[in-house]
């Protein structure tokens, strides 16, 4: 006889359905009862060979858009893209603070119903209220879908374990036997884009040419995004900057990182063989404009007590590059890199910044509490190994 308290047994399934995965969607409606909405995780196709294809969305009861979209009877589901998190936290209510009008964080289309359509969502179905049914704490909303938008670009984002993620395309295998073979040698592993070509691919060829087995699925992507990858399980491990780090992640030390400065070829002050902020302040500076970098880097000057005159940014380090070899500038870099020339074919120098500012740190990043597969104990043995760490 199951025993469980209907307390526990709400919290376990909250927790379980903590691990399917869903789509994040914005629902909108517009009409006589005002322009209204919500982000919402339950949404699903109902069926493709009614009259009109339908589908069904839940929406909290106490959400001022329910009641909106039964009085005005339509609404639209917007399918969010994995660049577009903000969109969804803005109509969760999370920025409630300092947003008066949810809908000024997008343009907005409105679709045949009226319902209003991010103006590029991933994909968006204008729906007509067929039925509206209030089950416990939510109204299941059947829509009639009226029309379809599809993007041209971009992936799903997704929502799973509490956290935002992505999408990647997984190949299927050709025989039970090779899947069962590959299950305990794949491991997903998240990496932040801005230093993960100066050390992953040498990595990688090590792990090869020494007999490693693993086969490597890389997540690439700024901070935030590699982060909420390792929160909902996309990936198992992350290898970020230890900044602004949840406190439900485990970090290992792999490496400090300290600045340097990128200068053109001709710039006066590569004739010095170390600068300071000081000696910068004066100068333009080419912003390289990702977090946590970019806060670092600013920083720098914050704690010197001068600050950064940014003529330029960008959130690509070879642009940067390229940028300041076209003599627009100076930069600050977390690594050297091994070339001095840009992708156009310009010269660039390095020179070491001396700064009291703490040096970044390269961690490897794990989920608390879970339990890690070989594959990944492998790869950190392996990371220990690379970067020269006591195992």
Known sequence: MNT???????ANFLSGMSHAACTVNVVTTDGAAGRMGVTVSAMSSVSADTPKPTLLVCVHHQSATAQAIIDNGVFCVNILRDDQSYISDTFAGRFKETVSNKFDCADWFAMD???????????????KVQSSEQVGTHYIFMGEVQGVFEADRGSPLIYAKRAYGAAWRIDGFNS????????????????????????MPELIGRMVRTGSKLKLNLFEGDQRRVQESLLSGQTEIALLY????????????????????????????????????DDLASHPMVLLNTPPSRDYFLGIFSDAGVDAQVAFTSTSLEMVRGLVGQGLGFSLLARKPATDISYDGNAVVMRPLITDTAPLKLVMATRKGVKLSQAAQEFIRQCKDYFALDI
């Not at 469980?4 to 709400?10: C, F, I, T, V």
């Not at 040698?185 to 993960?196: H, S």
Request: glycine residues 8%.
């Open 242 to 277: 230890d900044l602004g780090l949840s406190d439900a992640l485990d970090v290992v030390p792999l490496a400090e990182q300290t600045p340097y400065v990128l200068l053109p070829e001709d710039h006066p002050l590569g004739a010095k063989d170390s600068l300071t902020p």
């Open 4 to 10: 469980m308290k209907p307390s526990d047994l709400r």
């Open 113 to 127: 119903t009226g319902a209003p359509r991010v103006i590029d969502p991933l994909v968006a179905f204008d729906c």
């Open 176 to 199: 039970i036997e090779d899947g069962k073979a590959a299950a305990g040698q794949n491991l997903n592993v998240g990496c932040f884009d801005i230093f993960g070509p100066f050390f």
